[in-house]
């Protein structure tokens, strides 16, 4: 496990890793375990030494045993996730949109649809104002954007107009439907529309999310249900942060089918 500027093979990285997975470890502790778990031939002397600078710089604290400091690692998270977005927003797939007309993103984590709608899409070419169009099977949820992806989407609504055209309609979609609205989106249910699902337009770009059998299958479900009792929270926080599924984003430049489908949907909101 890395963290940070500390991975790799030395003492306070094999530290960094072994609190990762067992804390709070006295120094004695901590020695023995380095030589246990990964051969580690470093003096105790040495492991005091690593683990005063380690506690010097904020990453670990000791308190009756030493353990990583979470102040730290949410510094961390938060410096690689905007590093992430900087790269995101000069990457190969954006190149390729604007000298190909088109891109394909594939991507496991159901999260990582926020990143391309929000990085990805809204880091496209495009007029002050642009509507950002989302056409979907379901509302997706947006309770897991936390950090860069959350102050995003909070810009989203300030610097565009959101509209959201949803073919389900259920608990789970008013819940979903009311965040947006809270923002200053507009949401309207439509059981029957001939777009293609889960489609955002945005400027001159369209962009089709083909979701794995198995999300449509779970939101499916979830869309179901009678009741939120019966909405199995923890299930969906899975789906969306910890499982792999297979997904692809297909991104093209198409202004005129991006002009029909934003004229079409924005009639349907009388805007």
């Known amino acids: 496990m890395a963290f940070g500027l500390f991975a790799g093979e030395g003492t306070k990285a094999r530290i960094l890793d072994l609190l990762s997975e067992k804390y709070p470890l006295t120094t004695t502790q901590i020695h023995k ?14 492991v005091h030494r690593a683990l005063k600078e380690l506690i010097e710089q904020g990453v670990i604290e000791n308190a009756g045993g030493y ?8 510094k961390w998270k938060i410096a ?12 190969p797939h954006q190149k390729k949109i604007l000298e190909k007309n088109s891109t394909t993103i594939e991507f496991e984590k159901l999260i990582d649809v926020g990143k391309i709608a929000l ?21 997706w949820p947006t309770m897991t954007l936390t950090g860069e992806l959350a102050k ?12 959201i055209m949803c073919e389900s309609e259920g608990p789970i979609h008013k819940l979903n439907a009311a965040a947006y609205e809270k923002k200053g989106g507009k949401v309207i249910f439509k059981p029957k529309y001939s777009y293609f699902k889960d489609t955002i337009v945005f400027g001159d770009f369209v962009a089709y ?15 179901k249900m009678a009741g939120l009792k019966a909405f199995n929270l923890k299930e969906l926080f899975t789906a969306i942060l910890g499982t792999a599924f297979t997904n692809k984003a297909i991104i093209t430049k198409n202004s005129e089918l991006a002009e029909q489908i934003r004229s079409e949907v924005l009639e349907e909101f009388g805007a």
């Not at 353990?67 to 949410?74: G, L, Q």
């Not at 690689?80 to 990457?91: F, H, W």
């Not at 995003?152 to 509209?163: G, T």
């Open 152 to 163: 995003r989407f909070e810009r989203l609504f300030k610097e565009h107009r959101v509209y």
């Open 33 to 46: 375990e380095l030589e246990k778990k990964y051969s580690h031939k470093a003096s105790y002397q040495a």
């Open 119 to 139: 990085v990805d899409i809204l880091s496209l070419p495009h007029e002050e104002n642009t509507p950002f169009i989302l056409l979907g099977r379901h509302i």
């Open 67 to 74: 353990f990583i400091n979470h102040a730290w690692v949410r």
């Open 209 to 223: 999310i083909n979701f794995d059998p198995k999300v449509v299958k779970l939101f499916d479900e979830l869309s």
């Open 80 to 91: 690689t996730e905007k590093l992430e977005i900087r790269l995101r927003e000069n990457s």
